[in-house]
């Protein structure tokens, strides 16, 4: 099954995605913060990455940027999750290179929706 990393620092946020999205299967990997994301991301190639953006040490528009400036992770999706839900941050996270964004708080099947479109390419 496929590889999600989740880029959440609230451990509650944290804990309900990763259980919810180990129950559909998938293989979930954890990073806290905007550096540890980027370094997981390196690391262990996941298939998607859900981004919080609002993240310790770097914040996930950051993060993202990295992510598609390095050309071992540029083509891996990038899903913003945040409680921002202007029409400004979701162009901004759009704009830092991510590939869709959803908001808090989290709507688990519209989200899993975003996971399986990512996977599938399109």
Do not use: Q
Not at 25 to 44: H, K, M, Q, S
Not at 81 to 87: I, K, R, Y
Not at 88 to 103: I, M, P
Request: charged content about 35%.
């Amino acid at each position: 099954m496929a590889k999600i990393l989740v880029v959440e620092d609230n451990e509650m946020n944290r804990d309900m995605l990763c259980r919810r999205l180990a129950r559909k299967g998938y293989t979930v990997l954890v990073a806290e913060d905007g550096i540890d994301g980027i370094d997981t991301a390196r690391a262990e190639r996941p298939d998607v990455i859900v981004m919080d953006l609002s993240l310790p040490r770097i914040d996930g528009w950051e993060a993202t940027r990295r992510l598609k400036a390095d050309e071992t992770t540029s083509g891996i999706p990038v899903i913003a999750l945040t409680a921002h839900a202007m029409s400004t941050d979701r162009d901004k996270a759009l704009a830092a290179g991510c590939d869709d964004f959803d908001t808090k708080p989290v709507d688990f099947n519209r989200l899993l929706d975003k996971i399986e479109r990512a996977l599938s390419g399109s």
